[in-house]
């Protein structure tokens, strides 16, 4: 094949910037030559509100989709827990490369556990699958906003306001930050956001030249895992105001899916919890168990908003 030369789209906090070097290297290794072109996207902007109340979809990643329209850039690297489940007409998803630990964090300057922090105690997150989640297991938690980077929120922390913050492990890992990590969370308790730890690459849908390149960078099993989690957030209108979990693990060639539903009207409201089996062997069956698993979801209550 001819050495190609790329450029890759990316924002440019510590962790987009690591993941697209990471993608630029697999590049490298394939003889190709890539570029970085840095961007601010609107999600990184607005800091002071909770992103599920700026609403809109794709805050973190229209920017870099414009620059692929433009031809200014060629792929676009994304947390695939960022993305929306339908990506906008004429862009598609080449890849899903080897997923990193998908769990959740505990992340604290003062309690090695969550098990061992007092009532009330203010722990920081901005994210409605976690607090849910958290609320769950410790209903005397006060749960507190927490918005920006991975560097931001380690920011904050140390700065004293919280007894502690729930990040995805898979951030602070590529960041180097593994001593951060108190412990990480088993997935019964906090199941992850669809996606969370897997990226995505990202490109404009009539570029069938790189097509065949990015496939041989993916990971099938990751692929097909994170299909089936996004298909659930599809299928229940997947927007970032809906408090939703939906994680696959495999058994073989059985891709065991759980998901978790909560009321973003009612957040007192206990969890709805459904899970589903199947042989998935390839994309399309993925997104059926993820489907079935949306229809037990809302056979069990769950709204679709
Ligand atoms: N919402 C921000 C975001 N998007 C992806 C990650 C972590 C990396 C990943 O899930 O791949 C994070 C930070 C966090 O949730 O702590």
């Known amino acids: ?39 601010t996207t609107r999600g990184d902007q607005i800091l002071d509100r909770t992103l599920s109340k700026v609403g809109g979809k794709g805050l973190f990643v229209k920017e870099l989709e ?34 990193e630990d998908p769990r959740d964090a505990w992340v604290s300057n003062r309690y090695a556990r969550l098990d061992d922090v007092p009532q009330g105690a203010v722990v920081g997150t901005s994210s409605l699958r ?10 005397d938690l006060d749960i507190q906003p927490l918005r920006g980077n991975v560097n ?13 913050i729930v990040l995805a492990a898979a951030g602070l890992k590529r960041l180097d930050m593994h001593d951060r990590i108190r412990h990480e969370f088993d997935t019964d308790t906090m199941l992850p956001a669809a ?30 895992a994170v299909t089936a989690e996004r298909a659930v957030s599809r299928c ?8 939703l979990a939906a994680h696959g693990q495999w ?17 007192d409201a206990p969890l709805v919890r459904t899970a589903a089996s199947a042989q998935v062997t390839d994309l399309a069956s993925a997104d059926a168990l993820g489907q079935q698993v949306a229809q037990l979801l809302q ?4 709204k679709q908003r």
């Not at 060629?74 to 899903?96: I, R, Y």
């Not at 976690?130 to 209903?139: D, N, T």
């Not at 690459?201 to 990971?219: G, K, N, P, V």
């Open 66 to 99: 414009t620059a692929l329209e433009t031809g200014a850039a060629d792929l676009a690297v994304h947390s695939l827990k960022d993305v929306p489940m339908e990506l906008p007409e004429g862009f598609a998803l080449a890849a899903v490369l080897e997923r």
């Open 251 to 267: 058994q073989g060639d059985t891709l065991h899916l759980r998901a978790a539903w909560g009321d973003e009207l009612q957040p």
């Open 152 to 164: 931001t929120r380690l920011r904050k922390l140390d700065d004293g306001q919280y007894d502690g």
């Open 236 to 243: 229940m209108g997947g927007s970032c105001s809906m408090p």
């Open 299 to 302: 056979a069990a209550g769950a």
């Open 130 to 139: 976690r607090q849910v989640l958290l609320k769950a297991l410790r209903p």
């Open 1 to 39: 094949m001819t050495s190609l030369s790329l450029t890759i789209a990316t924002r440019e906090s510590q962790l987009a910037l690591w993941q697209a070097r990471h993608v630029q290297q697999l590049l490298q290794n394939l003889g190709h030559q890539a570029s970085l072109l840095g961007m």
């Open 195 to 224: 996606g969370q730890g897997a990226l995505g690459i990202e490109i404009r849908a009539d570029r069938q030249d790189l097509m065949a390149l990015f496939a041989s960078m993916a990971d099938a099993r990751s692929w097909r």
